[in-house]
Structure formats: C-alpha cells, structure tokens
C-alpha cells in the first residue's frame, strides 16, 4: 500500500523569497518519489524524481528536493521564487511497476 | 520529446450523450492512464492500461469504460454522460517494468456535461 500527503493545500510566497512546499509518503516498499507541476490549463510536468540514487534531487527551474527515509518526507525547496513557479505542485509515489498515488496538490502563489 | 495529444482541450456535452475521449503518444509506452482532475481532489486514477487490449480498473472506474486497440492509442468512453462527470480529463503514459519512470501528460480536456 502506498499513499501520499500535501501539508499545504496553499502556499504564499513573495518574489524572491524561498519557496517549501511539504510531502510526507507512506510505502510498503522502497519507492520513487516525483514533483511535478501544473499550470494553469495546461498538463503535468515532471519537475524532478527521485529512485533511490541521491537523496538530493536537483530539478528545472532551479527546484530540489530531498528524500529522507527516517522522516518519510520528500519536500520541493526553491531558493528564491520567481513570478512565473505559480502553479499547482504534485508529489507522487510510486513503490512498483504498477500505479502511481498523487497528493492532493498544493497552490502556490507568488506576490510581487 | 515525448508527445502525449488529446483529442479535444474543450468539450460540451449533453447529459446522457456517449462521449469519446482519445489520446495518443509517441513513445512506444507501454502503460497508459486515464485521470480525472477535480479541485481539492488531486488526481484519480479512472483506468490504465499496460498493454493493447489489457485494461485495469483505477480508482474510480464507474460510469466509465476504456479501449486500447492500438498500442499508441488509449481511449476513454463515457457511455452515458452525466452533469456529475463534468471535470478535467488527463491522459499519460509510461514506460512499463520499475517503479523508475515517470509519466508524460498531455495537456487534458476539460469536459462540461449539461
């Protein structure tokens, strides 16, 4: 059994500032974790992935994100946020071949 | 880069109307799903399937059927449309096999039932 949860259905953020958005996974087994985004009308974008390679997974446009076992978490950090990462995020497990679980989602906003 | 396309970006239709959604990638995926897209839902997982002709029911399958008789090509029918399927619809596929690889989307219909 898997499953996955978005601390944050919203996050507000001013330009420029850094950007954290949470994931806390739940895996029988070891899985591979996926960050991807959503703008609006469009579909989903991988941002980045991790397969138990490197705990700290580095994505586009400047996002990562690092796995930790102990914590079960897989948190999306930005250093410094730009106009144009408003959109909606997804974290994603997947512990076998078969189906993925999606969280929720969570909204970010950027304020000029 | 991986293409996935859907049929239609916008769709209305009539209650009770039989609805085609198709997608197609470029890929040679072997896996495809069918997602719905709600607000405060996340996506769910409506069917997917790992093979031509081999479908799986997802998480909610109902009032839904699906048709894959072309490896590229994952369609999904509504056969009798109702105001309460009125949502995104998203489209991906994968590579099949480990947990490894990611899914491509395409870029979703968006179907109103009235």
């Known amino acids: 059994a898997q499953s996955v949860t978005q601390l944050d259905s919203h996050v507000s953020v001013s330009e420029g500032t850094p950007v954290l958005l949470r994931c806390n996974y739940s895996?029988?087994?070891?899985?591979?974790l996926f960050w991807y985004v959503q703008h609006p009308n469009k579909g989903l974008q991988l941002l980045l992935k991790?397969?138990?390679?490197?705990?700290l997974v580095k994505g586009i446009n400047g996002f990562e994100a690092e796995f930790k076992k102990s914590e079960t978490s897989f948190h999306l950090t930005k250093p410094s946020a730009h106009m144009s990462d408003a959109a909606e995020y997804f974290c994603?497990?997947?512990?076998?071949?078969?189906?993925?679980?999606f969280g929720d989602g969570t909204t970010l906003t950027v304020k000029p | 880069d991986v293409k996935v396309t859907q049929s239609s970006r916008y769709l209305v239709k009539r209650t009770g109307e039989k609805v085609f959604l198709e997608c197609v990638q470029d890929?040679?995926?072997?896996?495809m799903f069918w997602y719905r897209q709600d607000p405060g839902l996340g996506l769910r997982l409506i069917y997917f399937?790992?093979?031509?002709?081999?479908?799986e029911k997802g998480d909610i399958p109902e009032g839904y059927s699906v048709s894959r008789e072309k490896k590229e090509r994952f369609s999904l029918i509504l056969e009798s449309a109702s105001t309460n399927q009125t949502s995104m619809y998203l489209c991906?596929?994968?590579?099949?096999?480990?947990?490894?690889?990611?899914?491509?989307f395409g870029p979703g219909t968006r179907l109103t039932v009235t």
């Open positions: 895996s029988s087994y070891s899985p591979s």
């Open positions: 994603v497990v997947r512990a076998n071949a078969g189906k993925s679980t």
């Open positions: 890929m040679d995926h072997e896996n």
């Open positions: 991790y397969t138990s390679a490197a705990t």
């Open positions: 991906a596929s994968s590579f099949s096999g480990s947990r490894v690889y990611e899914q491509y």
């Open positions: 399937s790992y093979d031509v002709k081999m479908k």
